[in-house]
């Protein structure tokens, strides 16, 4: 038997990965988890609690780069460490369509920044042909994902209150804060149109949990948050998992291969220090996957051999297919019953108090599309950065009438955005560029994108309801929330950053790549634990569903090792 | 890999002198209250004393008349008033000249602008902009805005989250006015932005967040403000 040096050889440090490497090595199981970007240092990287006038650019950034559509992504603050462009890791896109694919190569990934939404998938989620007879049913069922849902929510913190929603299960939840004053405002309008806003699920703790502070409702999630007190991949599990002493977290290592034995099994992976500009390889007895969908499917791609001349596993010819965003719509408006509001401190737990679950779900035979969206809301007195009053001082044109109308206006907006679930189809996948090859010198993804009759159906609804939401509290739409992005009465596809599938799960070979486990079909040492399994993509936010099901392999996993199966 | 990598347990909250921000928050007493009156007091206070310990501002890209220029547009831009002080005060003309300094498309914009307004009251009034009476400064903003008004009509729309313009459906201002608009749109901005951005802008907006507390909680005024200006007022 060859040698190895490691037990198991995780790629990617994000949620998957991070999830996977902590319940490995407290088992005793050593890990080396490969990260392509540095390490994270909350103390230096995060910038919590700073202010606008910390920064002689204000946070408009180095030559007031954000008024060029330059500026970093999702803000000055937020710790994304990353973007929709990497210097010399281009991608493409097949001519005639569009694919936005944002990476943070950073220990934590993108979870150091993303909006935490926790929301466990349902039995329809899972069963959706079954139920409509379009797309795919998992091979596994919500009974199978409870267990797995409760142990992911009951260490990362959720909150969330019991309300019996079929499409919305309850979890483990930690207390939620209270609805802002716009969010009662929302709640009612609901009430009119029959729509439930009930209390946000986010991955925010309320009370003390393993050592980490509840949080203090400064609301800057995003800027990663210095006490722990919301889910990050890199606090909550690769930090503690370091800590067992049974994992090595290899930096700056892009793994361009997955290697295989002569027997057709993984054996370990080659990766480019990116320091040194060298190759590199590191071994062990199993492989898992969790670089984020797309960079999984294109490194099994990209791992060719005489076993496996297509991609590893890859005998199906699926891995790459039936990639899927979420479909995204928003409008902003404003409500004249909160001009003036007396202020107070709209932050919160970083995101909204309030949303609104799938509530249509019985009703798809009225409606001219299937599949669910839930409903996501911003509002408050926001700190002030580059482009809040701009619109309110041009109206106003100059001198002291802007003064007036950003008191009487500031707070009063209101955003509602939707987050529905889009359809696999023929025609959403992704391939190698045969032309194109990354500053590692490994070839880059091209997508190829194509929403169907459906999402753009899902989106108008979107746009009818908002705009239902809006007028019945007695406001005004001013017009889509993110123009940049959903101009075209939809949201790019790819900007939501919930990309899933390439590497699907299912119980026959012939058309899934993966099995109920998350293991290769044709490869029983290599599995993946990032989003690339799913086979659907529920309007849930796919982060908790990742938790949940690297969990669940990494415990199936360590039995299969036990046992010497793998 | 070093050991230094985690959160701020709960046993180290006393550790928060590493935490300057943070400890504005949690107070002695752990994480009850809020940042108080006079710990922005406090803060604010920073802000000026290390203001004026620079002493006077040195322009890093604008000349002299230029940067005068600034501050008289971010004095007529963003006055003062009851609520506070004026966009000049609050800094907007180092802010500018930061940015420019570091970004030649932007500094363009800004020089050419207020060459071409000097150009424009020069022709008018035999004087540059600075040099004018206020009335007579007020009135090139006026036709400014007019013009803007004329030339954005009621369906321009402004891509917000990159600050720029995509499209314009409006008529062409008939003056010479119309090739300030873009000038003065970003001048604005800027001045505008700098004021909201700065200690004082923000004591105005009375945005009291950025702040910890132990429970979060909603005034109740503040819920029955909203309700009785809504066509819930009833419920």
Known sequence: ?566 | MSSTHGFIPLEAVSRRAALRRIALGLTAAGLGGSLSKSDAAQVHAEVDGERAAAGEYEAKRFNEHEFRTLGILSELVVPPDEGGPSAREAGAPEFVDLLCSQNDELADIFTGGMLWLDGVTGERHGKVFADLEKNLQTEVLDALVEAERLEMGADTRWDTSEYRRFSVFGVKAPSEMRRGVRFFDWARRLIVDAYYTSPVGIEDLGFVGNSSHSEYEVPKDAIDYAMARSPFSEV
């Open chain 1, 1 to 566: 038997m060859a040698e190895t040096d490691y037990d198991v050889v995780v790629v990617g440090a994000g949620a998957g990965g991070g999830t996977m490497s902590r319940v490995l090595a407290e088992k005793g199981i050593k890990v080396a988890l490969i990260e392509a970007g540095p390490m994270i240092e909350p103390q230096r990287d995060y910038k919590t609690h700073k202010w606008p006038y910390d920064y002689g650019h204000r946070t408009a950034g180095e030559g007031g780069a954000a008024y060029f559509g330059r500026g970093a992504a999702f803000g000055f603050f937020t710790t994304a460490s990353g973007g929709w462009q990497l210097e010399g890791e281009p991608y493409t896109s097949a001519p005639g369509t569009r694919f936005d694919w944002f990476r943070s190569r950073v220990v934590g990934g993108r979870t150091n920044h993303y909006g935490r939404m926790s929301f466990r998938f349902s039995e329809m989620d899972l069963k959706p042909y079954s139920r409509d007879g379009i797309g795919w049913d998992w091979p596994i069922s919500y009974e199978d994902l409870a267990p797995w849902y409760d142990r992911a929510e009951a260490y990362i913190g959720v909150t969330g209150t019991a309300e019996g929603i079929p499409s919305a299960p309850d979890g483990k939840f930690h207390e939620p804060p209270p609805p802002k004053v716009h969010e009662h405002l929302m709640r009612e309008a609901g009430k009119r149109l029959g729509i439930p806003f009930i209390a946000n699920r986010r991955a925010v703790i309320t009370r003390p949990l393993n050592g980490r502070l509840p949080c203090h409702y400064c609301g800057q999630c995003g800027r990663g948050c210095l006490t722990a007190s919301n889910y990050s991949a890199s606090q909550v599990d690769v930090f503690p998992a370091m800590e067992t002493g049974n994992v090595d977290v290899i930096t700056e290592g892009m793994v361009r291969k997955v290697e295989v034995d002569s027997g057709g099994r993984a054996s370990g992976v080659v990766f480019i220090d990116k320091r040194a500009r060298t190759e590199r390889r590191v071994r062990g007895r199993v492989v898992v996957l969790a670089a984020s969908a797309c960079e999984t499917a294109r490194l099994m791609l990209n791992s060719r051999s005489r076993q496996f001349p297509d991609g590893i596993a890859n005998g199906s010819g699926l891995v790459g297919r039936y990639l899927m965003d979420t479909v995204g719509f928003s409008l902003r408006g404003t409500l004249p019953a909160l001009e003036n509001l007396p202020r107070y401190d709209t932050d919160g737990f970083g995101g909204a108090h309030l949303y609104a679950p799938w509530w249509l779900w019985d009703d798809h035979d009225q409606l001219d599309f299937p599949r669910g969206y839930h409903i996501e809301m911003g509002g408050g007195f926001r700190m002030p950065g580059p482009g809040s009053f701009s619109d309110l001082a041009r109206e106003a044109g100059y001198g002291k009438g802007i003064k007036q109308a950003v008191r009487e206006q500031y707070g009063a907006g209101i955003g509602l955005s939707g987050r529905g679930e889009m359809i696999p189809n023929n025609q959403s996948y992704m391939d190698l560029d045969p032309d194109v090859v990354d500053k590692w010198g490994i070839p880059v993804p091209r997508f190829h994108f194509s929403f169907s009759d459906w999402e753009w159906k899902q989106a108008r609804h979107m746009e009818r309801t908002f705009r239902d939401l809006i007028e019945a509290a007695g406001g005004k739409v001013l017009g889509i929330g993110n123009l940049a992005r959903e101009r075209e009465g939809i949201a790019v596809p790819g900007s939501i950053i919930h990309e899933v599938g390439t590497v699907r799960m299912g119980d026959s070979p012939r058309n899934s790549v993966l099995n109920r486990y998350c293991q290769a079909h044709e490869v029983p040492n290599l599995f993946v634990a990032d989003g690339a399994s799913f086979v659907s993509n529920p309007d849930k936010n796919p982060t908790l569903t990742i938790n949940a099901l690297s969990w669940r392999t990494a415990e199936y996993l360590a039995e299969e090792m036990r046992r010497g199966n793998v």
